[in-house]
Structures are given as C-alpha cells and as structure tokens.
C-alpha cells in the first residue's frame, strides 16, 4: 500500500501558477507511475498527466499540454505538479495517483491521496 499526501493547492487569478506536491509513503518500491487526476462537483475525474517513476517520461492531456509540468524526485518519494497560465476552468479538486501500470483511467489507479482544492478565480 502506498499512501499519498498531496499540498500546495489553494486560489490563483487567471493567468497565475501553483504547484502542487505528492508525498509517497509505505510500499513506494512497487511504484511505476504517478499521475494527477482532477474532479470537480458532479462530473468523473479526469485525467491530467503521468510521469513515469523510473525513466521520468511524461504524458499529459490535451487541456493542459504546454501549460502544466508534471515531475518527480524519486529518490525522496516526490512527485510534483507545476501549474502555469492556470484558467477558471482548471478549478478542481487535484488528486495524486500511483499505479503499478501507465494508465490515463481512473480505475486503473491503484493508490489516491485525499485531494487538494485549486480555485482559478477569473
């Protein structure tokens, strides 16, 4: 079991950055990927980006391509999330995610962190 805990969530006007950060803890050897999801009220979690524990490569969703930055320092169980030109429209509740597989599914997740809010005021 891998437990998470992630921080650096909070409010931004539009146009703003934040960056979030990913605490691993417990089983962290049988990590092979981190990822970001994000929800907001009544819609499912989307994907957001992965990166690769070993090796660091890096995939991200079309909405955020070229504004987010995904990353990690394996070696202190980190895993992190820079956020640049942030629009009202990535307000969400941010989620930390490993897996034992690279996967863009929700389901396919094997350990979640509790969540961090980031509001993008307009």
């Known amino acids: 079991q891998v437990k998470l805990v992630e921080s650096g969530g909070g409010l931004v006007q539009a146009g703003g950055s934040l960056r979030l950060s990913c605490a691993a803890s417990?089983?962290?050897?049988?990590?092979?990927?981190m990822g970001w999801f994000r929800q907001v009220p009544g819609k499912e979690r989307e994907y957001v980006a992965a990166?690769?524990?070993?090796?660091?490569?890096?995939d991200y969703a079309d909405s955020v391509k070229g504004r987010f930055t995904i990353s990690r320092d394996s070696a202190q169980n980190m895993g992190f999330l820079q956020m640049d030109r942030l629009k009202p429209e990535d307000t969400a509740v941010y989620y930390c995610?490993?897996?034992?597989?690279?996967?863009?599914?929700?389901?396919?997740?094997?350990?979640w962190g509790q969540g961090t809010q980031v509001t993008v005021a307009s």
């Open positions: 417990g089983r962290t050897s049988s990590i092979y990927n």
């Open positions: 990166v690769r524990w070993k090796g660091g490569f890096t």
């Open positions: 995610t490993t897996g034992t597989i690279f996967s863009r599914l929700a389901t396919q997740q094997d350990s």
